[in-house]
Every structure is written in C-alpha cells, then in structure tokens.
T-cell receptor, first 112, second 112 residues
Framework: ELKVEQNPLFLSMQEGKNYTIYCNYS?????LYWYRQDPGKSLESLFV?????AVKQEGRLMASLDTKARLSTLHITAAVHDLSATYFC????????????FGKGTRLHILP | DGGITQSPKYLFRKEGQNVTLSCEQN?????MYWYRQDPGQGLRLIYY???????QKGDIAEGYSVSREKKESFPLTVTSAQKNPTAFYLC???????????FGPGTRLTVT
C-alpha cells in the first residue's frame, strides 16, 4: 500500500525565517505534486515534479524531488505571512495514472 | 472560462436524507474524482471515473454513490447509509495520464 507521509504536520514560524517541509512516500513514483489550501478553500496546484532531481521555484517556495530516496522537499525562504496555509504533497504510483495519493498536509502558520 | 464548478457551496441536511452534490467541468477532461476532507485531515478518495458510464470505488466508497452519464458531469450522492457524512467534499478532474488534478471550490455538507 502506498503511503505518503509529510513532516511536520504543523509548523509555526516567524516571518523572515527559512524552513523545509518533507514528503516521504513508500513506493516507486516519478510524479509528485505540491498543493496549497487556504482555510475553507479548495486546493491550488503549486508544483509538478516529474523526474529525479527536478527542482522548481516560485517566489519564496522551492520544491525538489529525489526519486531514489522517495523524498520531496518544499523549502520556504524568508517566510511571509501570506504563505500561511496548508500544504499537501501527492504522489502517483509508478505505472498507475488513475490514482493520486495525498499526504495529510502540513499546516503552516507564519507569525508576523 | 474553463474550470470545475461545484454546487452548492454549503449544504445542510437532516440525518436519514440522501443528498446529491453536483460537479461539472468544461475542461474536456476524461477523468473525474470525488474526495472527502475532514477538519485537519488530508484528502480521501471516494470514487473516480476515467470514462463515461464507468467508475471505480476509492478508499471510502461505503455510503456513497456516483454516476457518469456525461463527460462533463460527475454527481455524488451521499446516502443515509453514510455514518458520518458531515465533511468538506472536493471534486477534481484531469486528462487521462495527465500531469495533475484540477480541483473545484468544494461543497461543505453538514448533516444534523
């Protein structure tokens, strides 16, 4: 059974600090997604990572994928309050494109 | 504008009543999905469909039913057999073998 684990599940941090959210998964995959969800809202796609070593950056967020370690990271640089949200990683198992498995999410709270 | 619509945004029902949640997309996507999200939790897959007139159970299908009579539409019925139906329901779609899922705005169902 494919498991997707995010760490930490809750993070409170000061503005201006850097931090990393980790996403580990338990089976072979070459497709990983990061989503953002604001309270009471839907999910917004942030990054699509398709190959080992893939790195994508958008503003203060940078995502990377290591398929050999089955690990993705979402790095936050110089956090600002607007980045407060819940971040989900999601994985598509290799050779299956009909299901995507979500982690439980990391609730990020950035203090001014 | 292309996108996914869900209606209604908020829905209140009495226990024992069936209720149907609407999901429509004009993205010409083949695959559609229903997820359930409980407070502080990740997404759990209820049902998905990759083609008209065909659908598969997800991880928590008990107490739910779906239909896929048209490519654009994938309604979800929450039946009285669902023991704890109060939750936030998200619909998503993707092209077959596509890179990512696109989410609707969600329906918050409260059953009392």
């Amino acid at each position: 059974e494919l498991k997707v684990e995010q760490n930490p599940l809750f993070l409170s941090m000061q503005e201006g600090k850097n931090y990393t959210i980790y996403c580990n998964y338990s089976t072979t995959s070459d497709r990983l997604y990061w989503y953002r969800q604001d309270p009471g809202k839907s999910l917004e796609s942030l990054f699509v990572l398709l190959s080992n070593g893939a790195v994508k950056q958008e503003g203060r967020l940078m995502a990377s994928l290591d398929t050999k370690a089955r690990l993705s990271t979402l790095h936050i640089t110089a956090a600002v309050h607007d980045l407060s949200a819940t971040y989900f990683c999601a994985v598509v198992p290799m050779n299956r494109d009909d299901k995507i498995i979500f982690g439980k999410g990391t609730r990020l709270h950035i203090l001014p | 504008d292309g996108g996914i619509t869900q209606s209604p945004k908020y829905l209140f029902r009495k226990e024992g009543q069936n209720v149907t949640l609407s999901c429509e997309q004009n993205l010409n996507h083949d695959a559609m999905y229903w997820y359930r999200q409980d407070p502080g939790q990740g997404l759990r897959l209820i049902y998905y469909s990759q083609i008209v007139n065909d659908f598969q159970k997800g991880d928590i299908a008990e107490g739910y039913s779906v239909s896929r009579e048209k490519k654009e539409s994938f309604p979800l019925t929450v039946t009285s057999a669902q023991k704890n139906p109060t939750a936030f329901y998200l619909c998503a779609s993707s092209p077959i073998g596509g890179l990512e899922q696109y989410f609707g705005p969600g329906t918050r169902l409260t059953v009392t």
